[in-house]
Protein backbone atom coordinates (compact mmCIF):
# COMPACT_ATOMS: atom_id res chain seq x y z
CA UNK A 1 0.00 0.00 0.00
CA UNK A 2 1.48 3.36 -1.03
CA UNK A 3 0.94 5.44 2.38
CA UNK A 4 -2.42 5.46 4.36
CA UNK A 5 -5.36 4.89 1.75
CA UNK A 6 -7.18 7.09 1.28
CA UNK A 7 -5.69 10.46 1.50
CA UNK A 8 -4.55 12.29 4.74
CA UNK A 9 -8.48 13.96 4.19
CA UNK A 10 -9.63 10.53 5.85
CA UNK A 11 -8.03 12.04 9.15
CA UNK A 12 -10.57 14.66 8.75
CA UNK A 13 -13.89 12.98 8.06
CA UNK A 14 -15.14 13.80 11.28
CA UNK A 15 -14.76 17.36 10.92
CA UNK A 16 -15.49 17.61 7.29
CA UNK A 17 -18.70 15.65 7.56
CA UNK A 18 -19.28 15.53 3.45
CA UNK A 19 -20.35 17.77 1.68
CA UNK A 20 -19.52 17.61 -1.67
CA UNK A 21 -18.30 20.64 -0.97
CA UNK A 22 -19.24 19.42 -0.03
CA UNK A 23 -20.71 23.10 -2.01
CA UNK A 24 -17.66 20.45 -0.66
CA UNK A 25 -16.13 23.02 1.33
CA UNK A 26 -16.72 20.43 4.33
CA UNK A 27 -19.94 20.90 6.58
CA UNK A 28 -17.18 22.21 9.69
CA UNK A 29 -16.38 25.08 7.85
CA UNK A 30 -20.27 25.80 6.95
CA UNK A 31 -21.21 25.84 10.60
CA UNK A 32 -18.24 27.67 12.02
CA UNK A 33 -18.40 29.98 9.14
CA UNK A 34 -21.62 31.46 10.06
CA UNK A 35 -20.21 33.92 11.92
CA UNK A 36 -22.32 37.04 12.73
CA UNK A 37 -19.19 39.27 11.22
CA UNK A 38 -19.74 38.63 7.16
CA UNK A 39 -16.29 39.67 6.51
CA UNK A 40 -14.49 36.69 8.44
CA UNK A 41 -17.25 34.15 7.12
CA UNK A 42 -15.67 35.22 3.72
CA UNK A 43 -12.39 34.83 5.21
CA UNK A 44 -12.74 31.02 6.37
CA UNK A 45 -14.62 30.00 3.56
CA UNK A 46 -11.37 31.36 1.54
CA UNK A 47 -9.33 28.58 3.30
CA UNK A 48 -11.06 26.10 2.23
CA UNK A 49 -24.27 19.88 -9.66
CA UNK A 50 -24.87 17.48 -11.63
CA UNK A 51 -23.70 18.23 -15.10
CA UNK A 52 -25.30 17.06 -18.00
CA UNK A 53 -24.92 13.73 -19.92
CA UNK A 54 -22.69 14.44 -22.93
CA UNK A 55 -22.14 12.27 -25.81
CA UNK A 56 -18.96 11.14 -23.72
CA UNK A 57 -20.65 9.99 -20.54
CA UNK A 58 -22.46 6.53 -20.10
CA UNK A 59 -26.20 7.66 -20.86
CA UNK A 60 -27.38 5.45 -18.48
CA UNK A 61 -28.19 7.24 -15.24
CA UNK A 62 -25.93 6.88 -12.09
CA UNK A 63 -27.40 3.61 -10.37
CA UNK A 64 -26.48 2.97 -6.50
CA UNK A 65 -25.21 -0.22 -6.23
CA UNK A 66 -25.75 -1.73 -2.52
CA UNK A 67 -22.67 -2.48 -1.18
CA UNK A 68 -23.77 -4.78 1.45
CA UNK A 69 -22.42 -7.75 -0.76
CA UNK A 70 -20.74 -9.55 1.48
CA UNK A 71 -20.73 -13.35 1.51
CA UNK A 72 -21.31 -13.69 5.74
CA UNK A 73 -22.49 -10.70 7.72
CA UNK A 74 -19.68 -9.97 9.51
CA UNK A 75 -20.68 -9.91 13.69
CA UNK A 76 -21.54 -6.92 16.14
CA UNK A 77 -18.45 -5.07 16.33
CA UNK A 78 -16.88 -5.23 20.14
CA UNK A 79 -15.97 -2.72 22.09
CA UNK A 80 -12.68 -0.67 20.59
CA UNK A 81 -13.80 -2.37 17.26
CA UNK A 82 -15.13 -1.03 14.23
CA UNK A 83 -16.72 -2.54 10.82
CA UNK A 84 -15.13 -2.65 7.52
CA UNK A 85 -17.55 -3.71 4.75
CA UNK A 86 -15.97 -6.24 3.16
CA UNK A 87 -13.50 -7.43 5.45
CA UNK A 88 -14.92 -7.31 9.01
CA UNK A 89 -14.68 -5.94 12.45
CA UNK A 90 -10.73 -4.52 13.08
CA UNK A 91 -9.31 -3.43 16.43
CA UNK A 92 -9.36 0.44 16.40
CA UNK A 93 -5.70 1.47 18.16
CA UNK A 94 -5.63 4.09 21.06
CA UNK A 95 -3.26 6.60 19.49
CA UNK A 96 -4.38 6.01 15.78
CA UNK A 97 -8.39 5.07 15.49
CA UNK A 98 -7.68 4.75 11.36
CA UNK A 99 -9.88 1.95 10.81
CA UNK A 100 -8.55 0.77 7.69
CA UNK A 101 -5.07 -0.01 9.14
CA UNK A 102 -6.55 -2.91 10.17
CA UNK A 103 -7.10 -4.35 6.92
CA UNK A 104 -3.49 -6.11 5.88
CA UNK A 105 -1.63 -3.44 3.98
CA UNK A 106 -1.50 -6.41 1.14
CA UNK A 107 -4.83 -7.20 0.79
CA UNK A 108 -6.23 -3.21 1.01
CA UNK A 109 -3.58 -2.51 -1.82
CA UNK A 110 -4.61 -5.65 -4.24
CA UNK A 111 -7.83 -4.14 -3.39
CA UNK A 112 -7.70 -0.91 -4.33
CA UNK A 113 -5.31 -1.85 -7.52
CA UNK A 114 -8.26 -4.12 -8.65
CA UNK A 115 -10.89 -1.15 -8.33
CA UNK A 116 -8.89 1.46 -9.72
CA UNK A 117 -7.55 -1.01 -12.69
CA UNK A 118 -11.89 -1.89 -13.23
CA UNK A 119 -12.33 1.99 -13.26
CA UNK A 120 -9.68 2.88 -15.78
CA UNK A 121 -10.97 0.04 -18.23
CA UNK A 122 -14.28 1.54 -18.70
CA UNK A 123 -16.09 2.97 -21.83
CA UNK A 124 -17.24 5.99 -19.70
CA UNK A 125 -14.28 9.12 -20.01
CA UNK A 126 -15.64 10.36 -16.73
CA UNK A 127 -15.04 7.31 -15.09
CA UNK A 128 -11.90 7.07 -16.45
CA UNK A 129 -11.28 10.83 -15.36
CA UNK A 130 -12.81 10.23 -11.59
CA UNK A 131 -10.65 7.56 -11.24
CA UNK A 132 -6.83 9.22 -12.32
CA UNK A 133 -7.70 12.08 -9.97
CA UNK A 134 -9.19 10.00 -7.27
CA UNK A 135 -5.28 7.55 -7.74
CA UNK A 136 -3.64 11.14 -8.11
CA UNK A 137 -4.41 12.18 -4.82
CA UNK A 138 -4.44 9.32 -2.71
CA UNK A 139 -2.14 6.35 -4.24
CA UNK A 140 0.86 7.90 -5.82
CA UNK A 141 2.03 8.02 -9.40
CA UNK A 142 0.67 11.53 -9.18
CA UNK A 143 2.15 13.05 -12.28
CA UNK A 144 1.69 10.38 -14.13
CA UNK A 145 -1.78 10.07 -13.65
CA UNK A 146 -2.19 13.86 -14.22
CA UNK A 147 -0.56 14.18 -17.67
CA UNK A 148 -3.27 10.90 -18.63
CA UNK A 149 -6.49 13.26 -16.77
CA UNK A 150 -5.02 15.98 -18.55
CA UNK A 151 -5.22 14.69 -22.51
CA UNK A 152 -8.31 13.12 -21.25
CA UNK A 153 -10.00 16.62 -20.67
CA UNK A 154 -8.17 18.36 -23.91
CA UNK A 155 -9.27 15.96 -26.14
CA UNK A 156 -13.12 16.00 -24.40
CA UNK A 157 -16.15 18.65 -25.03
CA UNK A 158 -17.38 17.17 -21.57
CA UNK A 159 -17.42 20.19 -18.61
CA UNK A 160 -17.49 17.35 -15.83
CA UNK A 161 -14.19 15.87 -16.97
CA UNK A 162 -12.51 19.26 -17.78
CA UNK A 163 -13.40 20.26 -14.07
CA UNK A 164 -12.23 17.17 -12.63
CA UNK A 165 -8.64 18.09 -15.23
CA UNK A 166 -8.59 21.41 -13.78
CA UNK A 167 -9.01 20.35 -10.09
CA UNK A 168 -6.14 17.88 -10.37
CA UNK A 169 -3.69 20.26 -12.08
CA UNK A 170 -4.55 22.55 -8.27
CA UNK A 171 -2.25 22.24 -5.22
CA UNK A 172 1.98 22.46 -4.27
CA UNK A 173 2.36 18.86 -5.91
CA UNK A 174 1.77 19.94 -9.28
CA UNK A 175 2.32 23.66 -9.58
CA UNK A 176 4.27 24.57 -12.47
CA UNK A 177 3.44 20.88 -14.56
CA UNK A 178 4.10 21.55 -18.28
CA UNK A 179 1.36 18.88 -18.69
CA UNK A 180 -1.30 21.17 -16.63
CA UNK A 181 -0.50 24.21 -19.16
CA UNK A 182 -2.82 22.20 -21.64
CA UNK A 183 -5.59 23.29 -19.68
CA UNK A 184 -7.50 27.00 -19.92
CA UNK A 185 -10.30 28.65 -18.04
CA UNK A 186 -11.08 29.79 -21.04
CA UNK A 187 -11.95 26.68 -22.64
CA UNK A 188 -13.47 25.56 -19.62
CA UNK A 189 -16.33 28.73 -20.13
CA UNK A 190 -16.38 27.33 -23.47
CA UNK A 191 -17.83 24.28 -22.38
CA UNK A 192 -19.95 25.14 -19.58
CA UNK A 193 -20.89 28.89 -20.29
CA UNK A 194 -24.54 28.79 -18.48
CA UNK A 195 -22.32 27.94 -14.97
CA UNK A 196 -21.35 30.69 -13.36
CA UNK A 197 -18.07 28.64 -11.56
CA UNK A 198 -15.90 28.49 -14.73
CA UNK A 199 -16.33 31.91 -14.59
CA UNK A 200 -15.45 32.73 -11.59
CA UNK A 201 -12.46 31.03 -11.89
CA UNK A 202 -11.36 32.74 -15.28
CA UNK A 203 -12.08 35.74 -13.22
CA UNK A 204 -9.85 34.81 -10.32
CA UNK A 205 -6.73 33.84 -13.06
CA UNK A 206 -7.14 37.12 -14.47
CA UNK A 207 -7.28 39.13 -11.39
CA UNK A 208 -3.72 37.39 -10.68
CA UNK A 209 -2.49 38.47 -14.03
CA UNK A 210 -3.54 42.02 -12.96
CA UNK A 211 -5.57 42.15 -16.20
CA UNK A 212 -8.62 44.34 -14.70
CA UNK A 213 -10.69 44.59 -17.98
CA UNK A 214 -10.69 40.62 -18.53
CA UNK A 215 -11.81 40.14 -14.79
CA UNK A 216 -14.59 42.31 -15.19
CA UNK A 217 -15.75 40.79 -18.39
CA UNK A 218 -15.57 37.23 -16.85
CA UNK A 219 -17.21 38.71 -13.46
CA UNK A 220 -20.17 39.84 -15.52
CA UNK A 221 -20.76 36.86 -17.62
CA UNK A 222 -20.13 35.02 -14.08
CA UNK A 223 -23.07 37.51 -12.43
CA UNK A 224 -25.71 36.36 -15.14
CA UNK A 225 -25.11 32.61 -15.44
CA UNK A 226 -28.02 30.93 -15.64
CA UNK A 227 -26.80 28.70 -12.42
CA UNK A 228 -23.63 27.96 -10.23
CA UNK A 229 -22.62 24.42 -9.64
CA UNK A 230 -19.75 22.66 -8.18
CA UNK A 231 -20.01 19.53 -9.68
CA UNK A 232 -20.78 17.92 -6.00
CA UNK A 233 -20.96 14.28 -5.06
CA UNK A 234 -19.34 13.61 -8.70
CA UNK A 235 -17.01 11.07 -7.34
CA UNK A 236 -18.41 8.71 -5.60
CA UNK A 237 -20.87 8.64 -7.87
CA UNK A 238 -18.93 8.18 -10.60
CA UNK A 239 -17.10 5.52 -8.40
CA UNK A 240 -20.41 3.48 -8.28
CA UNK A 241 -20.85 3.82 -12.30
CA UNK A 242 -17.24 2.63 -12.66
CA UNK A 243 -17.33 -0.41 -10.18
CA UNK A 244 -20.52 -1.74 -11.25
CA UNK A 245 -21.91 -5.36 -9.42
CA UNK A 246 -18.26 -7.30 -10.44
CA UNK A 247 -17.06 -5.49 -7.94
CA UNK A 248 -16.21 -7.00 -4.48
CA UNK A 249 -17.34 -5.02 -1.39
CA UNK A 250 -13.76 -4.35 0.21
CA UNK A 251 -12.94 -2.99 -3.19
CA UNK A 252 -15.58 -0.56 -3.18
CA UNK A 253 -15.68 0.56 0.18
CA UNK A 254 -11.88 1.04 -0.66
CA UNK A 255 -12.53 2.98 -3.42
CA UNK A 256 -15.55 4.61 -1.85
CA UNK A 257 -13.46 6.27 1.22
CA UNK A 258 -11.03 7.54 -1.10
CA UNK A 259 -13.38 9.19 -3.39
CA UNK A 260 -15.17 10.66 -0.54
CA UNK A 261 -11.47 12.28 0.92
CA UNK A 262 -10.60 13.22 -2.91
CA UNK A 263 -13.99 15.33 -3.11
CA UNK A 264 -14.03 16.41 0.28
CA UNK A 265 -10.42 18.40 -0.03
CA UNK A 266 -12.02 19.49 -3.40
CA UNK A 267 -10.65 22.85 -4.25
CA UNK A 268 -13.12 25.76 -4.43
CA UNK A 269 -11.76 29.43 -3.97
CA UNK A 270 -13.84 30.65 -7.03
CA UNK A 271 -16.84 32.61 -4.61
CA UNK A 272 -14.52 34.03 -2.25
CA UNK A 273 -12.91 35.72 -5.49
CA UNK A 274 -16.21 37.04 -6.41
CA UNK A 275 -16.20 38.47 -2.42
CA UNK A 276 -13.20 40.37 -2.87
CA UNK A 277 -13.89 41.99 -6.33
CA UNK A 278 -17.07 42.78 -4.68
CA UNK A 279 -16.29 44.16 -1.26
CA UNK A 280 -12.79 45.68 -2.65
CA UNK A 281 -14.26 47.81 -4.78
CA UNK A 282 -17.93 49.65 -4.10
CA UNK A 283 -17.64 51.82 -6.96
CA UNK A 284 -21.25 52.67 -8.82
CA UNK A 285 -19.34 50.98 -11.69
CA UNK A 286 -18.93 47.02 -10.17
CA UNK A 287 -22.41 47.38 -8.56
CA UNK A 288 -24.76 46.26 -10.77
CA UNK A 289 -22.47 43.44 -11.75
CA UNK A 290 -22.46 42.46 -8.38
CA UNK A 291 -25.69 43.08 -7.12
CA UNK A 292 -26.18 40.23 -10.03
CA UNK A 293 -23.42 38.25 -8.60
CA UNK A 294 -24.94 38.34 -5.34
CA UNK A 295 -28.40 36.81 -6.93
CA UNK A 296 -26.80 33.95 -8.19
CA UNK A 297 -24.75 32.69 -6.05
CA UNK A 298 -28.18 33.34 -3.48
CA UNK A 299 -30.12 31.98 -5.59
CA UNK A 300 -29.27 30.34 -8.37
CA UNK A 301 -26.05 28.12 -6.85
CA UNK A 302 -26.34 24.70 -5.83
CA UNK A 303 -23.54 25.16 -2.59
CA UNK A 304 -24.07 26.05 0.03
CA UNK A 305 -20.77 28.10 0.51
CA UNK A 306 -22.26 30.27 -2.31
CA UNK A 307 -25.09 30.85 -0.55
CA UNK A 308 -22.84 32.54 2.29
CA UNK A 309 -20.50 34.53 0.14
CA UNK A 310 -23.84 35.83 -1.89
CA UNK A 311 -25.34 37.08 1.59
CA UNK A 312 -21.77 38.39 2.24
CA UNK A 313 -21.72 40.43 -0.83
CA UNK A 314 -25.35 41.68 -0.66
CA UNK A 315 -24.40 42.81 3.17
CA UNK A 316 -21.66 44.52 1.37
CA UNK A 317 -23.94 46.01 -1.17
CA UNK A 318 -26.31 47.36 0.81
CA UNK A 319 -29.43 44.95 0.56
CA UNK A 320 -32.62 45.34 2.74
CA UNK A 321 -32.24 43.84 6.05
CA UNK A 322 -35.09 41.49 5.86
CA UNK A 323 -33.85 39.75 2.93
CA UNK A 324 -30.56 39.49 4.40
CA UNK A 325 -32.14 38.17 7.42
CA UNK A 326 -34.14 35.80 5.54
CA UNK A 327 -31.26 33.69 3.80
CA UNK A 328 -28.90 34.19 6.85
CA UNK A 329 -31.61 32.14 8.97
CA UNK A 330 -31.92 29.53 5.55
CA UNK A 331 -27.91 29.42 5.85
CA UNK A 332 -27.96 28.56 9.48
CA UNK A 333 -30.36 26.36 9.73
CA UNK A 334 -28.54 23.77 6.82
CA UNK A 335 -25.52 24.50 8.19
CA UNK A 336 -26.82 23.02 11.63
CA UNK A 337 -28.61 19.96 9.61
CA UNK A 338 -25.83 19.45 7.61
CA UNK A 339 -24.67 17.81 10.52
CA UNK A 340 -26.93 14.98 10.50
CA UNK A 341 -25.28 13.72 7.13
CA UNK A 342 -21.89 13.55 9.14
CA UNK A 343 -19.66 10.70 8.72
CA UNK A 344 -17.21 9.75 11.16
CA UNK A 345 -15.02 6.91 10.92
CA UNK A 346 -17.24 4.77 9.97
CA UNK A 347 -16.91 1.93 7.30
CA UNK A 348 -19.52 -0.45 8.06
CA UNK A 349 -21.81 -1.17 4.99
CA UNK A 350 -24.35 0.60 7.14
CA UNK A 351 -22.81 3.62 6.83
CA UNK A 352 -21.39 3.32 3.26
CA UNK A 353 -24.71 2.70 2.06
CA UNK A 354 -25.89 5.91 3.92
CA UNK A 355 -23.37 8.06 2.71
CA UNK A 356 -23.39 7.03 -0.90
CA UNK A 357 -27.37 7.45 -0.73
CA UNK A 358 -26.44 11.14 0.17
CA UNK A 359 -23.88 11.65 -2.78
CA UNK A 360 -26.17 10.51 -4.99
CA UNK A 361 -28.61 13.10 -3.87
CA UNK A 362 -25.92 15.46 -4.10
CA UNK A 363 -24.79 14.51 -7.57
CA UNK A 364 -28.54 14.37 -8.69
CA UNK A 365 -30.16 17.56 -7.43
CA UNK A 366 -27.23 19.81 -5.98
CA UNK A 367 -25.86 20.20 -2.16
CA UNK A 368 -29.04 23.26 -0.96
CA UNK A 369 -31.68 21.13 -2.83
CA UNK A 370 -30.59 17.82 -1.36
CA UNK A 371 -30.23 19.88 2.50
CA UNK A 372 -33.66 21.84 1.60
CA UNK A 373 -35.47 18.45 1.43
CA UNK A 374 -33.66 17.10 4.81
CA UNK A 375 -35.05 20.52 6.37
CA UNK A 376 -38.29 19.88 4.74
CA UNK A 377 -38.81 16.13 6.29
CA UNK A 378 -37.25 17.48 9.72
CA UNK A 379 -40.37 18.17 10.81
CA UNK A 380 -38.46 21.33 12.47
CA UNK A 381 -38.91 25.05 11.19
CA UNK A 382 -36.31 26.59 9.79
CA UNK A 383 -36.00 29.53 12.58
CA UNK A 384 -35.36 26.22 15.18
CA UNK A 385 -32.60 25.10 13.15
CA UNK A 386 -31.04 28.49 12.64
CA UNK A 387 -31.40 29.14 16.62
CA UNK A 388 -29.63 25.90 17.27
CA UNK A 389 -26.67 26.54 15.06
CA UNK A 390 -26.33 30.14 16.57
CA UNK A 391 -26.18 27.81 19.73
CA UNK A 392 -23.59 25.60 18.20
CA UNK A 393 -21.42 28.22 17.21
CA UNK A 394 -21.05 29.44 19.94
CA UNK A 395 -20.30 26.95 22.06
CA UNK A 396 -17.78 26.02 19.25
CA UNK A 397 -16.08 29.64 19.34
CA UNK A 398 -16.11 29.12 23.20
CA UNK A 399 -14.29 26.07 23.09
CA UNK A 400 -11.37 27.14 21.14
CA UNK A 401 -10.87 30.03 22.67
CA UNK A 402 -10.46 27.71 26.39
CA UNK A 403 -8.52 25.32 24.18
CA UNK A 404 -6.26 28.39 23.17
CA UNK A 405 -6.10 29.92 26.68
CA UNK A 406 -5.15 27.01 28.08
CA UNK A 407 -2.11 26.51 25.57
CA UNK A 408 -1.39 29.90 25.98
CA UNK A 409 -1.55 29.45 29.91
CA UNK A 410 0.74 25.91 29.50
CA UNK A 411 3.16 27.94 27.36
CA UNK A 412 3.97 30.63 30.49
CA UNK A 413 4.42 27.45 33.45
CA UNK A 414 6.25 25.69 30.91
CA UNK A 415 8.28 28.71 30.27
CA UNK A 416 8.68 30.35 34.04
CA UNK A 417 9.80 26.92 35.33
CA UNK A 418 13.01 26.91 32.52
CA UNK A 419 16.42 26.70 34.22
Not at 89 to 107: E, H, I, S
Not at 355 to 368: P, R, Y
Not at 378 to 388: F, K, L, P, V
Request: net charge negative; hydrophobic share 45%; with cysteine.
Amino acid sequence: MRSREPSSAWRLWPLVALACGTGWAGYAVHRLVTAPAPAALVKLVARNAAPAATSESAAAPIATQPVRAIETPPAIAAAGQTEICGYGNVALAQNDPYALQGVPAQLREAALDAADARMLASTDARVRASALLIGARSRGNGLARIDQLVRLAVASSDPAIYAIAIEGCKGGAVEGYAACSLLSRAQWVRLDPDNARPWLELAAEAARQKDGAAEDQAMSRAAFARHSDDYAGLLPSLVDRGLGAGASALQRTLMLSASWGVQAGWVALHSAQAYEYCAGDSSPARHDTCDALAQTLAYRSSSLRDLGVGIAIGRALGWDGARLADLQREYDAIAEASGFQAVGVDLSCEAVDRVQDWMHQLAASGELVAMREVLSRSGRSIEAWSEQHRRSYEAAVAAVQAASQAESAQAQDLAKSAP
